[in-house]
């Protein structure tokens, strides 16, 4: 027993998302499944996407894994069609997968920045675009693209990665705009510092704790549940009239 919401618009609702093998992904499949969603997630770690599903479908619960690399856009487009012909067309996409390797602004080469923008960007919009004709014949659909409060905290050694993230709010706002008049809705989700297994195994250490403790409001730590209720909210029926926004779950970090 949680304090936290169940939604009944979730039951039974086809959701693809990207990234749900580790890390934030992997709490959104999980509460998701929850739900009762009917849930179609990729991932290119093999081994963990299809354990996941397995540990799901054994609780009784919906999930179906294709290992994809997403940034081959017909190999992706092509499991969002098995995931539609098995669970009917995804009312929800959350576009969760990314990868925030660091490099610095002197070496980054011309290939770097195009992979950067292709599995923190590109494939965000190439999903979309395989769900929202399912969408539209339902006249209702949600869109959760994944921000980073990295680019407006000033955050370096990142830069094709920020690019790429400041650059999904135009696309959230702008799809927003295209697809309003079908009942879909597309939101950009911002995630503050969030302590999954990779930040903590590869960032965050005394310093980025003192960090964290100085810049947050809220002086607990942000967890992936705490994105993936955001993400819940936003496909929910509960957002219903919500499209074109940010929603920053950050712990109320400083960001002047
Ligand atoms: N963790 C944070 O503090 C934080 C902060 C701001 C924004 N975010 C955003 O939240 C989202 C999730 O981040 P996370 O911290 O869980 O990341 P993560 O690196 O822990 O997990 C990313 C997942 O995406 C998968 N993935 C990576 N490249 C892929 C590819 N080419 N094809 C298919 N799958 C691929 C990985 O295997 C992994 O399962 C991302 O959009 C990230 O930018 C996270």
Do not use: C
Not at 114 to 124: E, Q, R, T
Not at 207 to 212: M, R, V
Not at 222 to 250: C, E, K, N, T, W
Request: cysteine-free; aromatic content about 8%; overall charge negative.
């Amino acid at each position: 027993m949680t304090n936290f919401a169940t939604y009944p618009s979730l039951k039974g609702l086809p959701v693809v998302i990207s990234g749900g093998a580790s890390g934030i992904g992997e709490t959104i499949v999980r509460e998701f499944a929850a739900q009762g969603s009917k849930v179609g997630f990729v991932d290119i770690a093999r081994d963990r996407g299809e354990a996941l599903a397995a540990e799901l479908v054994a609780a009784g619960q919906s999930a179906r894994f294709a290992a994809v690399d997403i940034t081959d856009v017909a190999a992706y487009q092509a499991a969002i069609a098995g995931f539609e012909a098995a669970h009917g067309p995804a009312l929800a996409l959350v576009n969760n997968a990314a990868n925030d390797t660091r490099i610095a602004w002197n070496e980054v080469t011309s290939e770097a920045w195009d992979k950067a923008m292709a599995v923190n960007l590109k494939h965000a919009f190439f999903a979309a675009q395989a769900v929202i004709p399912g969408m539209i014949k339902a006249g209702k659909g949600s869109i959760v693209n994944f921000g980073s409060i990295s680019w407006m905290i000033l955050t370096g050694n990142l830069t094709a990665y920020t690019a790429s993230k400041a650059a999904a709010h135009g696309m959230s706002r702008s799809l927003a705009r295209d697809l309003g008049p079908h009942g879909i809705r597309v939101n950009t989700l911002v995630p503050g510092w969030i302590m999954t297994e990779r930040q903590l195994t590869h960032w965050v250490g005394d310093a980025e704790n003192a960090l964290i403790d100085a810049q947050q409001a809220l002086k607990g730590r942000l967890y992936p549940a705490d994105i993936a209720r955001m993400a819940m909210f936003l496909a929910a029926d509960d957002s219903q009239m919500i499209s074109g926004q940010d929603f920053l779950v950050d712990g109320g970090w400083a960001h002047g």
